[in-house]
């Protein structure tokens, strides 16, 4: 979550007759992966943003029924949030832990993932000076952390890792965070096939995101549309503020399609953020 930028006004959605979700398109193709990424809003829901998640959590749901992605990555998901959505979304499993203690109290950057892949191999560290415990913290009081994940997908046999974080609010912090992480990811996964997920409390153009993008990631979106400009994916109260979440992909993936989740039904939307919706293959090896 991010702070509202100066000089932006509530912006209320008007309230009216509730529509249905919007429909999307079938997968582009059977063999491909789908990848969701969302900030799903932590469950207290306390203060400004009045979205509380007794009121949404119905709506999110709904619109995981309808995108059903071979995993969906989340961030400030609280432990009561993942088993809400594992049993109103059967089919799935998942990985992480909380950020507070390393078992289930505080938010989850949660891996969820179907049927169709096998986990090998998964871990928590911390954007810290103690990245294997939950002692110490760059952020001031809030502890950042990255859940990751090797997998094999068994139609087709390719082994790839996933990163989902949630950087610091700080923007020095951001800046160790980046380090740590990129030297962890290579760390983690030595054969590459790295896919980094997230929440980066910064936008395009950013130190992190320069680093990201220098280690050989790209930024889904691009790779897609090849524009410059990306989508705003926080927003305050329906109104798009700032571009700051992004699925970064390496060289050997082709993206089939990149579709921003931002469904709002009536006055009510599932989160402070909207998902990234991101189908791709790997590429046959030569």
Known sequence: MKAPASGWAPYEVPAGKPKPL???PPRVKQSSLTLLD??????????VFKNHWKQRKDLLVRVLRRETPDI???QE???EQIDFIRSAVPGYSYVGVGRDDGNQSGEHCAILYSKRLEVLDHGTFWLSDTPDS??????AIFKRICTWARFRDLPTGNKFCIFNTHFPLLPEARDKAVKLLLNRMVTECPRGNMILVGDF???PGSGPWKAIE??????????FSKKVQRSRTYHLYGKPTNAIDAVFLPSNVRVLRHRIVNDIVGNRYPSDHFGTHVEFEFLPSN
């Open 201 to 203: 409390n910064c936008e």
């Open 77 to 79: 998901g609280m432990k």
């Open 38 to 47: 969302w900030n799903i809003q932590v469950g207290s829901d306390a203060g």
């Open 72 to 74: 969906l990555c989340v």
């Open 134 to 139: 939950p002692e110490n913290t760059w952020d």
């Open 22 to 24: 919007a429909k999307v």
């Open 214 to 223: 220098k280690s050989g990631l790209k930024d889904a979106e691009y790779l």
